[in-house]
């Protein structure tokens, strides 16, 4: 199973794409790959971005709601100094938040943050770096002046307030504090206020603030050379791949998003005919009908896998899909598309032409540009991603000088489009959906809330979006969780709980975990012949066997749907631990999806789910890639702390922290 990066070597490699953006501070417009101005030829200034630096431009609908909020929160005349107005040109560049957050960045600099506050539903403006400077200089909005240095994390109590400053608990305001130090904080109960952000100037800079009304179309014939370059660059490239691979089948991605949009661009530029898409039975009425306009636009020709009813399915079996939880994308991408491609492929190899980008993620970041597929196909198929080093601002600014379909949901508001109910979204973008499609969102929330009520868990647990992560969670959710006055560790254990009976067992051999799934559909091979594609030895016959997991002892009993860990000496190592859970979850509960089979390198599967051992080569491919071992990480989340960990590791089995 791939191994996901993390702290310091994911923000590492998330640096390797941050855009080089930069700001003509004469035409107050965006400049892309240049030190001087396209238009006027002057020198540009670098703009400083939040990790990864993804932005993106404003639209007209989220100018408008952000407009409003500013006014209310800031007051007319500030918001005005900050923003200019929603007619101005700005960038929002997406930063870690309980919820969605925005850097605005207006002509070149960072004035505010937006925040999504998920108690009150409602979007938050809080001044930031150069608009608290503004605010403090020209005594403008709310704004307060302290005595003593600001730092973060400190209480301080301000000794004169603005005119425009708010007092209320939880109000936003900019700081001066001494020694020409500035900061944002939050009005506490007794008004203080507790710095969220401070830094130094070694001197007061005025800012000459002019923002222009640029449209995103004037921005991108602005930077139409470098756009241009770097489609010309993305197609030599992929030409140059085509050519070394001759008799190979290439195919463009749509999913209706910008990046396969352009991803679907190139390629057809390249000479590649024809398209694949896949319909989840989840997706964005609007994600469905810019695929069609966008391989009618490119001239592709389109080919559709569908998952039918398979999510509906998969609730059932496996609850919720979640963050650190996703089945879906197994069970509603992967093998709706391993089935389209069997019957393309015949015997060549296929390219997909994909829209991955390395600021998306740092799993991402660390992905080549043309790699062997992890799953389709395991060592037949590819992946080429053109765009893998262009930013999500080259994407938006290249969509609008080609004329291209863009899905009207990035308009109002959406970082990225999946299916409707994705976890990866935030609670901002499920206001939308519900607004927009009350009836595909009401099926989603009743069916969330009958689980709820089922598992014993909270209103608070969807009202929340507390659903989209299952094995833990991150601190600003944890905050939020504990604000609500409700305990994380039970939240996770309930719904786990629900998915996945557990029950502890005492013998003379000691003691053993049980573990049932609560809706157990066999699969046609054998708990042992599993066993052995997971490289672990095991004995017995048909329905029942017993592997010796270093001094534990796992027994898979596939008539009776559980599986017994007996905990009495050693413990085994975190990955031949997960792989056996993970090879017992999938003889328990196989949807028949086939991507096991697809997975398999050597053609070892009789069947989906069933096993030919004597061509099995023990890879685990078949393990990793079937949905069901998300049930693994659930069953290692019921283990005790002690049990999740050896002691000399100090690690968590699968490289997280408990």
């Known amino acids: 199973m791939p191994r996901r990066p993390r702290g310091e070597e994911a923000l590492r490699l998330l640096r390797r794409y941050v855009p080089r953006l930069r700001w003509c501070p004469s035409c107050g417009l965006p400049v892309l790959g240049s030190d001087r101005c396209p238009r006027c030829g002057g020198p540009t200034l670098e703009v400083r971005l939040a990790p990864p630096g993804d932005a993106r431009p404003a639209w007209e609908e989220e100018k408008r709601e952000t407009w409003r909020r500013a006014v209310e929160e800031l007051g007319r005349e500030a918001a005005g100094r900050l923003l200019g107005g929603p007619e101005a040109f700005w960038l929002f560049n997406p930063v870690q938040a309980v919820d969605a957050a925005d850097e605005i960045i207006v002509d070149g600099h960072t004035v505010a943050t937006r925040l999504y506050n998920p108690l009150s539903a409602a979007w938050r403006l809080r001044p930031d770096r150069v608009g608290v400077e503004i605010l403090c200089g020209e005594e403008l909005g709310p704004y307060a002046v302290a005595e003593e240095r600001l730092r973060p994390g400190a209480v301080v109590r301000p000794r004169r307030w603005g005119s425009g400053a708010s007092r209320e608990p939880g109000s936003y305001v900019a700081l001066c504090g001494g020694g020409l130090s500035y900061g944002v904080g939050r009005v506490l109960e007794r008004g203080d206020v507790r710095v969220l952000k401070a830094w130094y100037r070694r001197r007061r800079v005025e800012w000459r603030h002019r923002p222009r009304s640029w449209s995103v179309g004037e921005v991108a014939e602005a930077n139409r050379d470098w756009l241009l370059s770097r489609e010309r660059e993305a197609v030599t490239w992929l030409r140059g791949v085509m050519?070394?691979?001759?008799?190979?089948?290439?195919?463009?991605?749509?999913?209706?998003?910008?990046?396969?949009?352009?991803?679907?661009?190139?390629?057809?530029?390249?000479?590649?005919?024809?398209?694949?898409?896949?319909?989840?039975?989840?997706?964005?009425?609007?994600?469905?009908?810019?695929?069609?306009?966008?391989?009618?636009?490119?001239?592709?020709?389109?080919?559709?896998?569908?998952?039918?009813?398979?999510?509906?399915?998969?609730?059932?079996?496996?609850?919720?899909?979640?963050?650190?939880?996703?089945?879906?994308?197994?069970?509603?991408?992967?093998?709706?598309?391993?089935?389209?491609?069997?019957?393309?492929?015949?015997?060549?190899?296929?390219?997909?032409?994909?829209?991955?980008?390395?600021?998306?993620?740092?799993?991402?970041?660390?992905?080549?540009?043309?790699?062997?597929?992890?799953?389709?196909?395991?060592?037949?198929?590819?992946?080429?991603?053109?765009?893998?080093?262009?930013?999500?601002?080259?994407?938006?600014?290249?969509?609008?000088?080609?004329?291209?379909?863009?899905?009207?949901?990035?308009?109002?508001?959406?970082?990225?489009?999946?299916?409707?109910?994705?976890?990866?979204?935030?609670?901002?973008?499920?206001?939308?959906?519900?607004?927009?499609?009350?009836?595909?969102?009401?099926?989603?929330?009743?069916?969330?809330?009958?689980?709820?009520?089922?598992?014993?868990?909270?209103?608070?647990?969807?009202?929340?979006?507390?659903?989209?992560?299952?094995?833990?969670?991150?601190?600003?959710?944890?905050?939020?969780?504990?604000?609500?006055?409700?305990?994380?560790?039970?939240?996770?254990?309930?719904?786990?709980?629900?998915?996945?009976?557990?029950?502890?067992?005492?013998?003379?051999?000691?003691?053993?975990?049980?573990?049932?799934?609560?809706?157990?559909?066999?699969?046609?091979?054998?708990?042992?012949?599993?066993?052995?594609?997971?490289?672990?030895?095991?004995?017995?016959?048909?329905?029942?066997?017993?592997?010796?997991?270093?001094?534990?002892?796992?027994r898979v009993d596939k008539g009776r749907a559980r599986v017994e860990l007996e905990q009495r000496g050693t413990p085994p190592s975190p990955v031949e631990l997960r792989a056996a859970l993970a090879a017992a979850s999938a003889s328990l509960v196989c949807l028949r999806c086939g991507l096991c089979a697809e997975a398999c390198p050597t053609g070892a599967f009789r069947e989906p789910g069933a096993i030919d051992v004597g061509k099995c080569i023990r890879c685990r491919a078949c393990v990793w890639a079937c949905p069901s071992s998300v049930l693994a990480d659930l069953a290692i989340g019921l283990l005790k702390p002690s049990e999740r960990e050896r002691p000399r590791r100090g690690r968590a089995l699968g490289g997280r922290r408990r």
């Open 243 to 554: 050519e070394s691979h001759g008799d190979t089948l290439f195919l463009a991605g749509l999913s209706g998003g910008k990046d396969s949009t352009v991803s679907a661009t190139i390629a057809a530029e390249a000479g590649v005919e024809e398209a694949y898409s896949v319909d989840t039975g989840v997706e964005h009425p609007e994600s469905l009908e810019t695929v069609e306009k966008a391989a009618e636009r490119l001239g592709l020709r389109l080919h559709r896998a569908e998952a039918g009813d398979a999510f509906w399915r998969g609730l059932e079996a496996y609850g919720p899909p979640a963050r650190d939880y996703r089945w879906c994308t197994r069970l509603l991408k992967l093998a709706p598309l391993a089935r389209l491609f069997k019957t393309l492929a015949k015997g060549r190899r296929i390219v997909m032409v994909t829209g991955q980008r390395g600021a998306e993620s740092p799993q991402r970041a660390a992905s080549p540009r043309l790699a062997e597929s992890g799953t389709l196909g395991r060592g037949r198929h590819l992946v080429a991603a053109p765009i893998q080093e262009w930013s999500s601002l080259e994407v938006y600014l290249y969509i609008v000088l080609r004329g291209l379909p863009l899905n009207p949901l990035y308009r109002l508001g959406f970082e990225r489009i999946g299916c409707y109910m994705c976890p990866a979204s935030h609670l901002a973008e499920f206001r939308i959906v519900a607004e927009r499609r009350p009836g595909l969102w009401a099926r989603w929330e009743n069916w969330l809330r009958r689980y709820a009520r089922r598992a014993g868990l909270p209103r608070e647990w969807v009202t929340y979006g507390l659903w989209r992560w299952r094995l833990s969670y991150p601190a600003e959710v944890l905050a939020l969780i504990r604000r609500l006055g409700l305990r994380p560790a039970e939240l996770l254990e309930r719904a786990a709980a629900a998915q996945l009976h557990a029950a502890r067992e005492y013998s003379r051999s000691g003691e053993a975990l049980v573990l049932s799934p609560a809706a157990a559909r066999p699969a046609p091979g054998t708990p042992r012949e599993w066993l052995h594609a997971a490289a672990i030895d095991a004995e017995g016959d048909g329905d029942a066997a017993e592997a010796r997991l270093a001094g534990w002892v796992l």
